[in-house]
């Protein structure tokens, strides 16, 4: 039996992005779906800055990465892939595919329904060929990085430090529709919960980065060229709980790929401890000084 456990909604909620819908449940039971604005933006985990650039190809065993505020492993009985999110790079004329970019040639891509690129270079090469951060916010690069699971094998996310909450935009390699699950486990390995969304027409390959208009591929962005429509996925731990692990995987035996993690880290220990200490300092020298001023 979970215990503590909160349900956070009890209605359904289908969110229609014009053909595509979205439905979400905790715990099997229908709620709200979660908002990417819900989840701490910072500190985010880009999977570039432990995991290096997309021309490592595939890999068996796990990864670990690590922020400023957190350390990750990443483990899966599938391959592990490394991946932006788009089969175009702007070689500083035209949209190309990476293998005629120079120094593109082992560039790992997925075209899914990520953001992806819609403006041309600004800089030119060669920082062009290679992948940039948001680029429907900067544009002209590949897309955001990515990281996944070829297979059907789940992906296990384990963390060093505890959080409160975690969540990435998510997307089947293959499959149009989709589910996906998300279970968070405790430091004891006891399940915390299981959140499930059920994406209509917000999986699998952008057939849209393969339309060009003006030399440009068009990403799957819809009328917002800043839009994602790949569905957000992410847990919050009830109160008095903490995640120590979060399995993912969907109904599609292809593979999976995930976005930059949004996440809620609890503090060190000895955070805590300085932080406490130093707010009993500055309380005690306000007591202090207001004594000195008393005639």
Do not use: K
């Amino acid at each position: 039996m979970l215990r503590g456990l909160v349900l956070f909604a009890a209605t359904a909620l289908s969110v229609n992005l014009g053909a595509t819908s979205l439905t979400c449940s905790l715990n099997n039971v229908a709620q709200s779906c979660y908002q990417q604005s819900q989840f701490s933006l910072d500190p985010t985990l880009s999977w570039l800055s432990g995991l290096g650039a997309a021309n490592q190809g595939l890999h068996s065993g796990p990864w670990t990465t690590s922020n400023t505020a957190i350390n990750v492993t990443l483990s899966s009985a599938g391959l592990l892939q490394r991946s932006d999110n788009t089969a175009f790079a702007w070689d500083g004329v035209e949209w190309t595919l990476p293998s005629l970019v120079p120094g593109g040639a082992n560039i790992s891509t997925f075209a899914g329904r990520f953001a992806a690129p819609d403006l041309p270079c600004l800089v030119g090469p060669p920082t062009c060929n290679y992948a940039g951060t948001d680029v429907g916010l900067t544009g002209g690069q590949f897309g955001d990085y990515l990281v996944g699971v070829i297979g059907g094998a789940p992906l296990t996310i384990s963390f060093a430090t505890p959080v409160t909450s975690a969540g990435f935009l998510v997307s089947a390699r293959t499959l149009l529709d989709f589910t996906a699950t998300l279970q968070a486990y405790d430091s004891q390995n006891n399940l915390i919960g299981t959140y499930a969304i059920v994406a209509g027409g917000l999986g699998g390959t952008c057939a849209g980065l393969t339309a060009f208009i003006n030399g440009m591929p068009q990403p799957c962005t819809g009328d917002n060229a800043y839009y994602a429509p790949a569905p957000f996925i992410g847990f919050v731990a009830p109160p008095n709980q903490l995640i120590t692990r979060l399995v993912l995987q969907t109904t599609d035996n292809s593979g999976l790929f995930l976005d930059r993690m949004y996440f809620s880290a609890v503090p060190e220990p000895s955070t805590v401890l300085l932080t406490g200490g130093g707010f009993g300092l500055l309380a005690w020298l306000l007591r202090r000084r207001a004594r000195t001023r008393v005639p």
